[in-house]
């Protein structure tokens, strides 16, 4: 078993998502640890990827801004396997699957294991695909993270049945990025999955306020915020991690309150 | 890895979850409706009608004098409306999308003719038509733009990335993530989540089959080879499946090499790319060691794209087709030379393919065939081809 179940053995997990890379590594390793230390209970590495189909401009800019101060996946490898000496936060990568099957899925889920990383968030490999990597990822103890969606309907039965780790809800439908109000059922597609399975169901995309964790949270076992953390991190650049402190500490007090 | 939508190992549906059900529904109307002997009736009268097919299969008679060898037949789709093949799927694609009850339709375009194929065929059948378009195909394809919008669609120009056909086709697969329910996302070429590169290339087809009947007719025997330009793949695959099972006919793709694919500034997928997986198909893309997306080049916007569709991965693989880099000097040249010695000036796209015909026909006996997919019409480029050559049209 993974550490994952841990982020949600206290009560309602905060899961803090940042992109690896940006401004540059040295900053993203900061980050990860001030964010544990402020209370995320689960974090998610983004791995940068030139063409982010599931993004919308603020986590795609990121991605650019990284990759053009020449962040790589074997840096990325480099800072976590530093970085896990300092904390047992459970770690998640959350990338698409060309910079995996390229690097050789294989040799990257070893790598996975071997730096401490728990699990694996890829947006566009749907449960019909996940074969891709399914065998590495159990040999090398990895969790595949499954994502449903407001258009799953019929399918949240059979993702959840074979879910591990958490289970990823997307709240809205289109790509990642802050929302002034979120108006999908989330609560009734968290309680469809809950009847197929029992681990946790997190709920992500278009959370930006503690208002909006507090519900979000209040409906599932946690909540997934992303784009207003890169946001953060755009604005103020190597200055930015008591910024995010301060972010993820009321976003923490918000889930808690749930 | 799923068994679903495969050629070979290539293809599949490497897509969010949010997009799933879209294409299991698309799936199931296209498996409903592709045998319906209304719908079948309803899409023919439309070719025939509305497109004008079956579009000619010229003999190049100067240009098989003077390049001394094979005789070179010209299938003219840039005769059809709309002045592509585009106009093939889209009809079909736009005519089964009615079908299932959509009421919109968003398209990538490249080159603009996918564009305006799909806005046409929107104005035709009441459908809203949003298109996608890279920034700099929109400078370097003004007029089409300006066309679409006659049409009544509304043209989005994307700045992500390199601001070319990838990153168009992504921002299309993001808007069709945030609206599905009363929209189809009408794609361009034979690539993508399955079912698209199957339903693609299957409006395409009937490409290669008037190819086959044309020239039975005038020739009484197949020909030696099928020429056809390759970005997506969409023209080539039209060209070449009524073919797949004719193995004693060469199947010839022609990448665009940019300037050339030993430069790092070429769009040649199968000559300088590796197996990969990016928007939703297994496939072969020009990336780097890490999987990132490489930033392809080609001078014509259609063929700028950095990826090939899966079937034309696994004609290669299996060696039934061969894919060579034309690089643009040729391609101008080509575009030159069709436009002088047989009076129709060629999409520059196309141009490609009449590039390859002219350096392998001279070797080739004088009972060989040639048969080049000339795709499209090159008006759309003037304007780029003069500027290639120095000459400023608008000062």
């Keep these: 078993m993974t550490k994952i179940h841990r982020a949600f053995e206290d009560g309602k997990a905060f899961i803090a998502f940042v992109t690896a890379g940006d401004p540059s590594l040295a900053v993203t390793e900061e980050l990860i640890l001030t964010m544990a230390e402020a209370g995320a209970d689960l974090i998610e590495i983004g791995i940068p990827f030139s063409d982010p189909v599931a993004e919308g401009v603020v986590i795609q800019d990121a991605n650019v ?81 499954s994502m449903i969606a407001p258009t799953s309907h019929e399918r949240i039965a059979m993702i959840a049945k074979e879910a591990r780790g958490f289970i990823y809800c997307v709240s809205s439908l289109g790509v990642t990025g802050m929302r002034s109000e979120i108006t999908t059922n989330v609560g009734e597609i968290v309680q469809v999955a809950r009847k197929y ?32 953390i890169v946001k953060l991190v755009a604005q103020y650049g190597n200055e930015c991690i008591p910024y995010v402190r301060e972010y993820v500490q009321k976003m923490k007090d918000a889930v808690r309150n749930a | 890895m799923g068994t679903h939508g495969r050629f070979g190992p290539y293809g599949g549906q490497y897509i969010p979850e949010t997009l799933m059900n879209a294409v299991i529904e698309l799936e199931q109307a296209y498996n409903r409706y592709k045998n319906d002997p209304d719908f079948v009736a309803e899409l023919d009268d439309l070719l025939q009608n509305y497109a004008g097919r079956p579009s000619m299969l010229y003999f190049a008679k100067k240009m098989t004098r003077e390049l001394g060898g094979a005789k070179i037949y010209l299938k003219r789709e840039d005769l059809n409306h709309t002045g592509s093949h585009k106009i093939n799927n889209v009809l079909g694609q736009v ?49 089409n733009v300006f066309r679409m919008e006659l049409l009544g669609a509304k043209v989005h120009p994307v700045t992500s990335g390199t601001m ?28 993508g989540p ?160 009449v590039a390859h015909a002219r350096k392998i026909a001279p070797a080739m006996f004088k009972d060989d065939i040639l048969v080049v997919n000339l795709s499209g019409r090159g008006d759309k480029d003037v304007a780029a081809i003069a500027r290639y050559r120095g000459v400023n049209l608008y000062d």
Excluded at chain 1, 214 to 226: C, F, K, P, Y
Excluded at chain 2, 170 to 191: F, K, N, P
Excluded at chain 2, 244 to 264: F, M, Q, S, W, Y
């Design chain 1, 65 to 145: 801004r990284a990759l053009a101060a020449g962040c790589t996946t074997d840096k990325i490898f480099d800072m976590v396997r530093r970085m896990r000496q300092k904390t047992d936060v459970p770690l998640v990568f959350l990338t698409y699957l060309n910079p995996i099957y390229t690097y050789g899925a294989e040799k990257f889920l070893a790598n996975c294991e071997g730096c401490g990383l728990d699990g694996l968030i890829i947006p566009d490999m749907p449960f019909e695909e996940k074969d891709e990597l399914g065998q590495a990822a159990q040999a090398h103890n990895v969790d595949l993270i």
């Design chain 1, 197 to 228: 399975s029992d681990i946790p169901c997190a709920v992500g995309f278009g959370i930006s306020t503690p208002e909006q964790t507090r519900e979000m949270a209040a409906l599932s076992d946690g909540a997934i915020v992303g784009s207003a």
């Design chain 2, 95 to 143: 005519l089964l999308a009615k079908r299932m009850g959509k009421t919109r339709v968003i398209a990538e375009t490249g080159a603009g003719q996918h564009g305006v194929a799909t806005a046409t065929a929107a104005a035709l059948m009441d459908m809203e038509c949003e298109i996608f378009m890279g920034k700099e195909d929109t400078d370097r394809q003004a007029l």
């Design chain 2, 164 to 191: 070319t056909l990838k990153d168009a086709v992504s921002e299309t697969m993001r808007e069709w993530t945030a609206r599905i329910d009363d929209t189809h996302y009408v794609l361009g070429s034979v690539m």
């Design chain 2, 194 to 353: 399955a079912p698209f590169p199957e339903i693609v290339r299957d409006f395409q087809a009937v490409i290669g089959r008037e190819i086959k009947q044309q020239l039975l007719e005038r020739e009484g025997r197949l020909p030696t080879a099928v020429l056809a330009c390759v970005g997506g793949g969409s023209n080539a695959m039209g060209a070449f499946y009524d073919f797949i099972g004719n193995p004693e006919v060469r199947l010839i793709g022609c990448e665009a090499a940019g300037r050339g694919a030993d430069t790092p500034e070429t769009a040649a997928t199968i000559a300088t790319g590796t197996v990969g997986v990016f928007h939703g198909m297994k496939s072969y893309f020009c990336q780097d060691e890490y999987g990132q997306i490489a930033p392809v080049y080609s001078i014509s916007a259609g063929l700028d794209y950095p990826g090939i569709g899966p079937e034309h991965a696994m004609l290669h693989d299996n060696g039934r087709a061969e894919y060579v880099p034309v690089t643009d000097d040729e391609a101008v040249d080509a575009f030159e030379y069709l436009s002088r010695t047989e009076g129709i000036i060629p999409a520059i796209e196309s141009a490609h393919a």
